[in-house]
């Protein structure tokens, strides 16, 4: 599926939606200084990637989840890296769209699932992934997915877990990330590649935008 029009992008997914098809990669962002927000995100969408994970890794990024919701409304802006219910609250009420866990407990994912929007919470264990689709998830987190058997691992989940989607994110690179989406039980990727550091630190939005493109081009 090619990434959505700027108006569709706008409307906030109900939890019944794919966030999976929405790009070939959702860029995993760590944002020290809430005011880069904006231009970051509107960087990434014109680049082709209109989903976008802020994670709860840093003081800045419940007010940087609120910039994008509120400035941006192209973008679907979601929260990751969330580890208590009282995160997935607040970070709803500050504009996210979608919430992304790296693993979770019963009491979390009741949380999450309260919460009224789409959910990708993280899995690393074929288990896992049989307890989220009993309680009725079939999209979610593989995490971390090079550490915990990248490309072999997922391929040997299809056939006994065929209606299971993942996002795997952790050690994906560019020239990984082809292998992933070439997965039937697939539907995108999580990454940082195109927001290397020095990007970030200069505020260098084009070249962001330009890593984007790249990016956005892996949807065959």
């Known amino acids: 599926m090619a990434p959505p029009s700027a108006s569709a992008a706008s409307a906030s997914p109900s939890p019944s939606d794919s966030l999976l098809g929405l790009a070939p990669v959702i860029p995993v962002v760590v944002l ?26 840093t003081p800045a990024a419940g007010e940087a989840i609120r910039a994008i919701s509120s400035e941006v409304p192209e973008a679907v802006v979601g929260a990751g890296t969330v580890l208590e219910p009282a995160q997935a609250e607040e970070a709803v009420e500050a504009g996210a769209r979608f919430l992304v866990s790296p693993g979770w407990t019963p009491r979390l994912l009741e949380a999450m699932l309260g919460c009224g929007v789409p959910v990708l919470p993280g899995v690393s264990t074929a288990s896992e992934a049989i307890a989220l689709l009993e309680r009725g998830v079939t999209e979610m987190k593989f995490f971390p997915a090079e550490a915990a058997g990248g490309i072999p691992y997922l391929k040997s989940l299809a056939s006994p877990l065929p209606q299971a989607r993942f996002c795997p994110t952790g050690g994906i690179d560019e020239a990984r990330a082809p292998g992933y989406l070439a997965l039937p039980n697939v539907g995108c990727v999580g990454g940082t590649w195109m927001l290397p550091s020095g990007a970030l630190a200069t505020r260098d939005w084009p070249r962001i935008q330009r890593l984007a493109e790249g990016a956005a081009a892996l949807r065959a």
Do not use: M, N, S
């Open 32 to 57: 020290d200084d809430a005011a880069d927000a904006v231009p970051l995100a509107r960087a990434l969408v014109a680049g082709g990637l209109p989903v976008v994970e802020v994670t709860l890794r």
